[in-house]
């Protein structure tokens, strides 16, 4: 079944003939001008053990504070792995991808010049840039997986696109008592909840029944502190280093996924030392580490007693006999050989 060109990709995404399909998901390298090698080892030694299908870069992937010229040799080494060994890759931007000199943009079309990249811009109405879906095949080209990508933009003295609110939003908004844990961070906007679900009606229009997806954002939903409140209910594993910096507002967007009923994974970079997941109202929920070495990473005080225990990557296994089905877990650098 041929998909209206919106949901088409690139590269055709396939699951393999013994059934499985990999997906590794990699956030936070914030490669940086002075270009720690160590991040893109790390890159190339995950990709060689993991041999994933695809792989996310989960945002923050390279520093904001870069000129166009740098910018070009930032992404190519942390793109080279990918594209040398053939792997087709896509990412999303994170808080910290916004530049003064680089515009997201101007970043995006420098991304997708690579053969092996399947990001997308996504429609011009909505806010950010980078929200797209990519289906997953089977052998008869249909259909069986999908994965939804959005922009959660930066932090409210740098939005992505004007609120049109007349107030001081630092006042009105993050006063003494909050609802969540109280950060600056931006969120999904509301334009970007209605593209997912009227484009996941669509889908389902189209194909008969609802497409299991998997959801990659930078910044986590408040929905993540159900996980940590609720540990046992959740199943939640992993580590849990510091707060879950969510946006103080809302979006919504767990919500609509909710009501949809095809995304059954959410995953956020952003934290860099949290690596926890559960599951909440039926949806899979977590981090996947940060895998760079220009990112901050574990505390001092930290009772592993080293900064980069937690370098790594998540991986997702999906399955064609049950694609509603998705098992992950973390994977470390340290632990690679």
């Known amino acids: 079944m041929r998909l209206p060109q919106a949901f088409e990709s690139k590269l055709t995404l396939r699951f393999r003939e013994d059934g499985g399909f990999r997906v590794l998901m990699m956030s936070d390298m914030h490669y940086a001008p002075d270009r720690d090698t160590r991040t893109v080892e790390a890159i190339e030694k995950l ?30 080494d942390i793109v080279r792995p990918m594209e040398d060994r053939r792997v087709p890759w896509a990412h999303i931007f994170g808080n910290h991808d916004i530049s003064p000199k680089v515009s997201k943009e101007y970043q995006q079309k420098i991304y997708e010049q690579y053969p092996f990249c399947l990001s997308k811009a996504g429609p011009k109405s909505l806010p950010g840039v980078g929200n797209y879906f ?7 080209d249909s259909p069986l997986f999908g994965i939804w990508a959005l922009d959660s933009h930066q932090d409210f003295k740098t939005p992505s696109a004007d609120f049109g609110y007349k107030g001081d939003l630092y006042w009105d908004l993050l006063m003494p008592g909050r609802l969540g844990t109280g950060s600056d961070w931006e969120f999904v906007r509301f334009e970007q909840v209605m ?95 940060s895998a760079g070495y220009h990112a901050y990473g574990c505390r001092d005080n930290d009772p592993g ?33």
């Open 47 to 76: 990709l060689d053990t993991q041999k994933p299908d695809l792989v996310l870069l989960g945002g923050d992937n390279t520093t904001g504070k870069a000129t166009k010229t740098e910018f070009k040799i930032l992404l190519e």
């Open 134 to 140: 990519l289906p997953i095949l089977d052998a008869s």
């Open 195 to 289: 593209w997912y679900w009227n484009n996941s009606l669509r889908l389902e229009k189209l194909l008969g029944r609802k497409l299991p997806s998997l959801m990659a954002i930078h910044i986590p939903l408040p929905e993540f502190n159900a996980l940590l409140l609720n540990a046992n209910r959740t199943r939640t594993e992993g580590e849990y280093n510091e707060r879950v910096s969510a946006s103080e507002i809302n979006s919504g967007l767990f919500a609509a996924a909710l009501q949809r009923g095809d995304v059954k994974a959410i995953f956020a970079g952003h934290d860099h030392i949290n690596t926890f997941d559960g599951t909440y109202c039926g949806i899979r929920m977590g981090y996947d580490g």
């Open 305 to 337: 007693g080293d900064r980069e225990r937690l370098r790594g990557g998540r991986v997702f296994d999906l399955s064609a006999e049950d694609p509603w089905k998705i098992e992950t877990h973390m994977v470390y650098i340290k632990d690679l050989h």
